[in-house]
């Protein structure tokens, strides 16, 4: 199933999704750095508070860890952007699809790589 390329008011109305998504991530980092820092063991917090505020931590870690892999994806399709090569497979060089980038306006391959990818 081929897809068509972006038109420019498409690759600009994604353009602007993924500049407004970027500041987003990067405030949620933001603000979630200090969640991230390891729990000391001096700080005056019981046992069983203390589990919590371990557990609390490595969410907030994995919550930065996908956070950061999406911003990494968002920096790299704005390059794209900027090179004029945004919207098509990073794999194929096929056009990824209006579609797919309006869900996903980071994706950097077409639905056909990716899924390739991850069943290797
Ligand atoms: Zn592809």
Redesign the pocket.
């Known amino acids: 199933m081929a897809e068509v390329e972006l038109t420019t008011e498409q690759a600009d109305s994604l353009r602007r999704e993924l500049v407004s998504e970027r500041s987003h991530l990067e405030a949620m980092l933001k603000l979630s750095k200090d969640g991230a820092r390891p729990v000391g063991l001096s700080e005056p917090i019981g046992r069983l508070t203390r589990m919590d505020a371990i557990q609390q931590q490595q969410m907030t870690k994995a919550t930065r860890a996908g956070h950061e892999r999406r911003l990494r994806l968002i920096e790299s399709a704005l390059n794209a952007y900027d090179a004029g090569d945004y919207g098509l497979?990073r794999?194929?060089e096929?056009p990824v699809g209006y579609r797919r980038l309006q869900a996903r306006p980071e994706a950097p391959?077409?639905l056909?790589?990716q899924s390739q990818r991850e069943s290797t």
């Open positions: 497979c794999e194929c096929e391959f077409c056909e790589c």
